[in-house]
């Protein structure tokens, strides 16, 4: 103790010649100085908004839209209100942005491993798909994957049909609703239940094997359960799930589902875009695993396959994911391209037409900056909570 | 801590982009010794890049009567391509002077956008253009038709209007610029395509076969379309209102680019000599030369032969005058008089 108060004795001799209250002082001012910039810039522009008669605030979240969008995970009609637009938007730029992501990432693992391939025609072929992919711009792949493709479908009244009421056109692709009557909640149910039993199973499974070296058929056997138990509980409560199939009437299909083909193009393309950096990520993280990993397992007589399943890709995964993240981030990103193609995302819908009709520039930029930077740092967060799990583990 | 502070003041400072001050547009334009003038990005008749590559249209001509008006010499303007979605930013924020682009005179933009119009130099209406193979003859049979338009214009809001009033479905394709909603009617991507109606007669010429496409007889809506200026810059609002009401008077009058010179040395018309800045106010109320208009007429031209040579008979759109003919010929076009 008598210690610590000599340390501290030489501190008190004068203010400035202390580091840490010197640093924190500057601090202060620095911050000071930002906030008082911020509150200027942010008085002035309310300012100069009001002097040319420019509305400001956010009460017009709350008037009527009056315009249509074409497609809506959420019941929206003209009559709904412009803070409806924005979540119409943001939920169109969530879907396409995650359907985009997982086949991006599985056509990039596909393509990844192709390269490495001994083959030597695989691998040629997977280095042209990363060469054209990504050296042509995005923006002319989605307008090549709409208007190139939107020509080649027939015309509603020439549909190409399917089994089962699907149908393909122009529009989009028509398939049969799904319409759950009563009984139908037990099906779901009974999934839930299967996708539990299956994640017992696999820790089981993986325990015995520990434990007496043998192999249980984890793959096929959950496989088996959870598509045949569901479907056996189907059966059994007398198939209560209707179908809404489309039918074609006037000009075009009614009734059903339909996949838009602005949707398709738009998630095509960012997919293959994307993919093709995938690939390159891919490939160097299999790369950076030493080749002596390879023979080792070899050597225990491990198969190709597993060896890549158990032994590459786990580690390959930790170079991988940090890169994977910053692509899946672009992909969001650049799903902002979509109003070209007439896709109605958070940019087409609201910081389009929205922001047309009300003029609020200032508001609905700001918002829509807001979504995005909160959606980069969402899937950032949540890639490195994967990467931390990922991480070598030593033991 | 301190890059997120930092990156709080910059969201701030960009937000703050447009607080430029509003100031004497008037002046500024004279100083800088031309006109930032925005445009379509390409709609033929009214604003678009002509075989030899220079801007040409109804809505051009107005800018390059102002900058007669201005400067005695009409080529000085510069153009600045704008979407129906940037323009009101683009003319808020500084960026342009003024805004001659096709564009509606409504309420809410008149009100809470701080614009100001200043004239309307067509009278228009929206329409609708179908594939002529749909056999279709009216706009009550489109029920449940797919509909392509271009984002950020009235024609979103009437479409809507129209289709709720007649009890009708529709699905609305909106595509950013005019030129994709054509390519995505041509695809097939929809059974309509729809605007105000000069457009639809100009995205017709555009299309690969013209004559497979047939614009429907009904006019849903009124829109008046004309120039634009920022709001609280009263001098510079005049400039812009009178240089187009030079070019109806001038038609009203008889006085075109071929006959002004003439005009100008031997008429005893007293209306036509206030006109062309012999008597009366001149350029004076306007803080202009006092020759402003005689420049207008005679390097622009007067109201019909802008309308004649850009969209009517003289061009390949070839629209009829109807209601932008004079009130005295049976339209509405109407300027208050000069003097």
């Known amino acids: 103790m008598t210690d610590h108060t000599d340390e501290q004795a030489p501190a008190a001799a004068s203010f400035w010649r202390d580091p840490r209250k010197r640093a924190i002082v500057f601090q202060v001012i620095v911050l000071a100085i930002v906030l008082g910039l911020g509150a200027y810039i942010f008085h002035n522009t309310l300012h100069n908004l009001e002097k040319r008669g420019i509305s400001t605030g ?177 059966g059994l409560l007398g198939a209560p799930l209707d179908w809404d199939y489309p039918a074609l009437k006037g000009f075009n299909f009614q009734g059903g589902m339909t996949v838009i083909p602005e949707l398709v193009a738009l998630a095509i393309a960012l997919a293959i875009y994307t993919a093709a950096y995938i690939a390159e990520i891919v490939r160097s993280g299999i790369q950076s695993v030493s080749h002596g990993q390879t023979e080792a397992a070899y050597a225990l007589g491990l198969k190709r396959g597993t060896t890549l399943r158990l032994v590459i890709i786990p580690q390959a995964m930790r170079v991988i994911i940090p890169q994977l993240t910053s692509q899946y981030l672009n992909l969001t990103k650049n799903s902002s391209l979509a109003p070209a193609i007439g896709y109605p995302d958070l940019v087409a819908v609201f910081a389009g037409t929205t922001l047309n009709q009300t003029g609020q520039a200032v508001e609905i930029i700001a918002m829509t900056m807001g979504v995005y930077l909160t959606l980069s740092l969402t899937i950032s967060a949540f890639m490195n909570w994967y990467n931390k799990r990922m991480a070598l583990v030593e033991r | 801590m301190m890059r997120k502070i930092f990156a709080a003041g ?59 008006a201005v400067f005695g010499d009409a080529s000085k303007v510069k153009f600045t391509p704008l979407t129906a979605k940037e323009r009101f930013t683009a003319l808020q924020s500084g960026e342009i002077d003024m805004l001659s682009r096709n564009t509606t005179w409504t309420l809410t933009r008149d009100t809470n956008l701080g614009l100001n119009f200043a004239g309307v130099n067509y009278y228009d209406g929206q329409g609708f253009m179908v594939h002529k193979s749909l056999g279709v003859k009216s706009a009550k049979e489109l029920d449940g038709a797919a509909i392509c338009i271009q984002a950020g214009t009235t024609t979103e809001l009437n479409l809507a209007d129209y289709f709720r009033s007649n009890g009708m479905k529709y699905q609305a394709i909106t595509y950013d610029t005019s030129d994709e909603s054509v390519k995505g009617f041509e695809a097939g991507r929809c059974d309509v395509l729809t605007s105000d109606q000069s457009q639809l007669y100009a995205l017709r010429i555009k299309l690969k076969n013209p004559g497979s496409a047939v614009v429907l007889p009904e006019v849903i809506s009124k829109e008046p379309l004309g120039p634009v200026v920022r709001n609280g810059d009263e001098d510079w609002l005049k400039v812009v209102r009178w240089s187009l009401f030079a070019m109806i008077n001038a038609e009203e009058m008889g006085v075109t680019s071929k006959n002004v010179d003439e005009m100008r040395k031997t008429t005893k018309d007293p209306g036509k000599q206030r006109l062309l800045g012999l008597s009366g106010i001149k350029g004076q109320g306007l803080k202009l030369s006092d020759d402003w208009s005689y420049n207008i007429i005679k390097q622009v031209g007067n109201y019909s032969e802008a309308f004649e040579h850009n969209v009517g008979m003289g061009s390949p759109l070839k629209i009829a005058r109807g209601l932008n003919a004079l009130w005295s010929k049976g339209g509405i076009q109407y300027a208050p008089p000069i003097r």
């Open chain 1, 58 to 234: 956010f009460a017009f979240l709350h008037n009527e839209a009056g315009f249509g969008i074409l497609f809506s995970l959420i019941p929206y009609d003209e009559t709904y209100t412009f803070g409806r637009t924005f979540l119409v938007g943001l939920l169109n730029t969530l879907l396409v942005s995650a359907i985009g992501i997982v086949l991006a990432t599985i056509l990039g693992f596909i393509v990844g491993v192709a390269r490495l391939s001994h083959n030597w025609i695989i691998s040629r072929l997977a280095n042209l798909y990363i060469e054209i992919f990504r050296n042509v711009p995005l923006l002319l792949q989605i307008l090549f994957w709409y208007f190139a493709m939107l020509p080649l479908l027939p015309h509603p009244r020439q549909s190409l049909a399917f089994e089962g009421g699907i149908f393909l056109n122009r529009r989009g692709l028509y398939l049969p609703a799904p319409v759950a009557e009563p009984g139908f909640g037990w099906v779901l149910v009974t999934l839930g239940l299967v996708i539990a039993a299956v994640v017992v199973l696999r820790r089981w499974a993986h325990r015995r094997q520990e434990a007496t070296w043998q192999i249980f058929p984890v793959f096929w056997t959950s496989l088996a359960l959870l598509i045949g138990l569901p479907l056996l509980s189907y």
């Open chain 2, 10 to 68: 910059t969201l701030l400072a960009v937000s703050a982009m447009p607080a430029a001050h509003a100031g004497a547009t008037l002046d500024a334009v004279k100083a800088k010794g031309f006109v930032q003038c925005g445009v379509s990005t390409g709609l033929p008749g009214f604003s678009a890049a002509n075989d030899k590559g220079q801007w040409a249209g109804l809505d051009v001509d107005v800018c390059r009567a102002v900058a007669a």
